[in-house]
């Protein structure tokens, strides 16, 4: 049962309390849905005129951020009160990791891995610039990882009650390693400040330090406001030499010399490494086995060995689950000191599962032995006849052996068989049943799929690419594959030229992993067979696909494929588009399919019944 409610939100769990609130896991009884719930402290309750307009503008912002619709954003449901006055808010509930623990965990991270994550990050803010709305709260703890290693930004609407007048003179509400210098200095506040928290998430990606370090909130303000980032040489960091000037370039003190926006910074950072970032926003190649790859191909010679994160005591709070901090600042110890916490709260967890371990094997031994009991005292075991007899190969007897199995004397009685007329043909039914049914969702192949015993070691590239066709297939339904086995799979289908695995990429376009249905439409753009009426109409089917970088990808993809119901399914979703980026994919797709279809003939009379259809 419920402890209690926040608004008509029944509340699960308590993930997190900070300075400015408490954060809890709650659901919406209404349609079931599970949110996180922030509620704010009671110094935004106010009756006077100044807390009434911190609330005014709250909402204002709110409703604002509301309106953001991306999938690396964290969407908010709902600003409102409680019974009790004190303002909330409901959004999304993502079950992930926050970056702060992958920077406390991993960092200095791959190149791959941290352009994977900046790029979409990027993605988010620029997006969210062109809606007007500005975060002002860019960190590591205001994002959060899913498990499809998707970064997911928070904390938009909540960011502008940080520039209240409720807060008290002198003190900067905030996380000061984050901030710009004019947020320090109170200034009017636009895309560049998110710009500069940004770099600095992406300096600490690249060297496992923050630029600006300090032992307190004054140290650091300082530094930020009057000295540079620190430099590689001072970090002790062997990284490429254009690496250190990008990142510098984005910190600058004048919001005018930073990048015009988060997208043209990781543009930036991904050119120093000879990678690219597609149309789409997406650095590619990513995979999370790629962490123990070497990085001397990417110029980083030898791994940093940081100082520790500066540590800034501001009543830090614990940052809650969802990512969200409800904190106004936050500390973070050394990447040995959080891996330490990590060890030691896992050891109760490592126990449990070895004494259920141990359980699970004595029930086990003691029914093996009990079995040996039954067999060496002669017990008495009447059911193995028949089940030895379920489970044999069926075979034909004919009808005189029946006839002589029946007889009187016979060691098999005659009430036990079955009734010998009229003949119901077993032997055939029994074959029928035993016969691999092929699941329903690949009744689209022309031949037959094998199912496939998951390895020892698991489903790795050398062994999903050494498997016949037959078992490749059956893959494509196995739903115990975690995504990195889905990818291998898609990879090694896009190596197979026949239409059969056109089929197949086609049909796994629609998977609920966004990052499969990309990769099974760049697989379907390289197949010989993608002009297929199949193949076409679910590339089609992906311009409706609530993820815009798939949008995209379908959309470039039909713009190769010049046919009426291609122009026409770009056409119509053009009406409908509202992502900067994937309409101008959909206009150069559209004029180069335009170029190669001729008009659609106009049949005589149609003026004359459109004229009749207007009385």
Known sequence: MSLRYVGKYEVIATLGRGSMGVVYKAKDPEIGRVVAIKTLRSVFMGDDSAGQEALKRFRQESRSAGKLRHPNIVTIFEAGRTESGSPYIAMEHIDGEPLEEAIANRCPMHPKEALHYLAQVASAIDYAHSQTVIHRDIKPSNVIVDKYYRPHLLDFGVAKLSDTSLTPA??????????????????????????????????ELFTGTRPFPGSDFTTVV???????????????????????????????????ERYKSAMYFVEALADVFDLSVDEMGLVGGFRPEMREDEMDAFGVTAKITPPSMPIVPEDAEEPAANGADTSDSWQLGSAEEEAAK????????????????????????FGMTFEGFKNETGAPQEDEPEAVEEFSEPSVAPDD????ESAPGSEVKLETQPEPEPKPEPVKTATENQRPVRDPRLSFLSFEPEPVSAPAGGYTKDFIEALPDAKLASLFVEDSLSEEAMLYVVDAASKRRGIDFTRLLAFISAHENFRIRIQALKALAKSPHVSRPDAVSAVIGRLGDSDFLVRGFAAKILGDIPSRSSLNALEARRELEQNKKVIAILDRSIEAVAREVPPEPVEQGAESAGDEAHF
């Open 170 to 203: 002198g003190t900067v509400v905030g996380t000061p390693s984050y901030m710009s210098p004019e947020q320090i200095r109170g200034e009017t506040l636009d895309g560049a400040t998110d710009v500069f928290a940004f770099a600095v998430v992406a300096f």
């Open 222 to 256: 300082n530094n930020i406001i009057h000295k540079g980032p620190l430099t590689f040489a001072e970090i002790g960091a062997e990284l490429p030499t254009g690496l250190e000037a990008v990142l510098h370039k984005a910190l600058s003190k004048d919001k005018t």
């Open 342 to 365: 990590r060890k030691s709260s896992a050891l109760p967890k490592i126990l449990i599962v070895l004494i259920l371990l141990t359980i699970a094997a004595a029930v086990a031994y």
């Open 401 to 404: 052996e029946v006839a002589e």
